[in-house]
């Protein structure tokens, strides 16, 4: 579930109004492939096993074929707001921290660094001798 929420909170997603486009009856659930593809289709990919947990997690406990979705949106929008901010308007909230894209294993050592700077420097130079804009490009 966290890596869905880091996913929603990036993206800015709200997935309830995808769901309601497969739910005609608006029950509140969907079938399991139909949860699968939503998912999929908001670019939340992941694996086999993760599916399989969220559904067990979700499915509705006369079938297990069916997903409640309104449950699942429920938790995943606790990341923008609460509901109940309305019946207790002085309650605190708690920001949800999505972890940062940069890795903080990936840090280069003195010598990379310098090899970095000198590459940089040579790619420089031989834009300005060649007069390329490489802005454009980008």
Same mark, same amino acid.
């Given at each position: ?13 709200? &997935? ?5 486009? @497969?739910?005609? &009856?608006? #029950? ?7 949860? *699968? %593809?939503?998912? @999929? %289709? ?17 499915? +509705? %406990? ?28 002085? #309650? ?7 972890? %940062? ?6 840090? +280069? ?10 590459? +940089? ?8 001798? *060649? ?8």
């Amino acid at each position: 579930m966290t890596k869905v929420k880091n996913i929603i909170k990036k993206d800015r997603i709200r &997935l309830q109004e995808f769901f309601i486009d @497969h739910d005609t &009856l608006r #029950k509140g659930y969907v079938a399991a492939q139909k949860f *699968r %593809s939503v998912l @999929h %289709s908001q670019k939340i990919f992941l694996t086999a096993e993760e599916y399989e947990r969220l559904e067990a997690h979700y499915a +509705l %406990s006369k079938d297990r074929g069916l997903i409640n979705y309104v449950d699942f949106c429920e938790e995943t929008d606790y990341i923008f707001t609460d509901k109940t901010l309305e019946k207790a308007p002085t #309650k605190t909230l708690t920001a949800f921290n999505a972890p %940062s894209i940069l890795d903080p294993k990936d840090v +280069l050592n003195d010598a990379e660094e310098r090899k970095l700077v000198a590459c +940089l420097e040579r790619l420089g130079i031989d834009v300005l001798h *060649r007069r390329l804009l490489i802005k454009p490009q980008f």
